[in-house]
């Protein structure tokens, strides 16, 4: 952790509640979250399925309205979807008639300049898929699919990208490559990142810290910082302790799989 | 047996399946007239079709009465195609439109093409407009009620993506609404065509002195049953010829959507 100067703060959320009408009832996703993000920053938000996760990046991403509570970006007020966000869903959501090259140019202003063909050489640069740039979606595998969809929030150089269980329908392994990936970009690129994710490991390996969230209605229940060097070693004591932490947070009562180890 | 006979053995089978039924019911057709199960004037056996139909190829009586056919065809579903699309995109992008054009829509759609022919004749008279419109009528509705369903079946998903990026509005109909749409248009075009086509008879019902219509009706009044399958025949061929150059673009054109063809 590089914490020697005080950072700016990218991200301030306060207050934010949100319900949705399900048959004329009223269902609390989102109650009193509070949370500030750095500039430079990677939050992971972790927290069981329906819990409000995808809600609360839906409301920093301007999609969602009718929300109570703050959000500033910077200094301005968010009022719905805009450039200095990116977006990275857990389907890759490429339009499936676009090549790759032409999916990541999708974002930009001016697609037919030289200007945006180098940029979307240098994305494609980026994550590694250089020798794609003609091929169509259905010819590409989860973990491409994801990298050329992480391209293409990237390509107009957002402050904030906002990551909704980018990795949660990849196997184990291209996962993990996927994580690294993300680490490696955002240490060139230097984005501010939210990811969300229901995988405890992935939160500890890329935040720098974890937010933990409960369900019904979806509250913040714990903020862990993790002052871990990277890149961080999961089988180390240190990632286990974390991992310790984050766990107890999900599973105070019911089962505590570390309590007899002393 | 190596791979390639095997390959070869496939494709004989499947020759075989395309083709078998029609044989076996074209052969039971002869074989029952020839036995005299069937009277000739009310069916003739297909040889007697076959030779009628190679007599009036050869003549270039039938090449002129389908030249007239095609072209009627393509004026009314060329109109309706291009109407069908460009009312189908604007009603639906447009709420407003759609809620103001939907019940006409709904209660004009219904009617057969065949029941427009006494206005279709006051309108246009008895010459080529009123087949076109007739034959415009029946193509129409499959375009422009599959081009609304198409648009109205735009994926939420990439909604969301293009709001993201801030996308202009053009470039979001022309990127993702249309070609999101664009397989239910094409079946919308498909359909068309084919109901076009069938409305070519209905079309030539009206004063006609030529084309595949003109050709049953005049047979009709004739009692040359043979002339009619002839005829109906021909109809059927090149309707199916049709549909296949139609399905032939469509593939070509959505070669990033893999279809399910069955078990
Ligand atoms: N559009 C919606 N309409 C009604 N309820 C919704 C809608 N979106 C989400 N919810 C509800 O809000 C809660 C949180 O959902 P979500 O944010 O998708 O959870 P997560 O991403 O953590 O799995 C869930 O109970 C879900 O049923
Ligand atoms: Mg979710």
Redesign the pocket.
Known sequence: MKNDKPRETKLLIENLSKS???QSEE?R??QAINLSIADGEFVAIV????????????IIAGLENGYTGTLLLGKERIAGPGLDRGMVFQEHRLLPWLTVENNISFGLKDRHSKASAKTVSEHLDLVGLSGFAQAYPYQLSGGMAQRVSIARALVNQPQLLLL??PFGSLDALTKIQMQQEVLRIQEVEKTTMIL?T?DIDEAIFLGDRVVV?S??P?TIRKIIPVELARPRDRSSYEFAQIRRAVYQEFFVEAENPFAYQI | MTRKTIRYTEKVKHVIQYFGLLTVLLVVWQVLSMLGFIQPIIMPPPTQVAVVFWELLKSGVMIRHIGISVLRVLEGFGIAVILGLLLGMAIGLSKTLARMTDLIIQVIKPIPPIAWIPLAILWFGIGEQSKVFIIFLGAFFPVIVNTIDGIRQTDQKLVEVARMLEVSRSRFIFQVVIPGAFPAIMTGLRVGLMVAWMCVVAAELIAASSGVGYLIMDARQLSQSDVVLVGMITIGIIGKLMDSLIYRIEKRAIKWKTAFTGV
């Open positions: 949705y009408l399900v269902v996703a989102l927290g069981s399925s329906g819990c409000g996760k995808s809600t609360l990046l839906k909704d269980e969300v229901h969230m369900s019904r979806g």
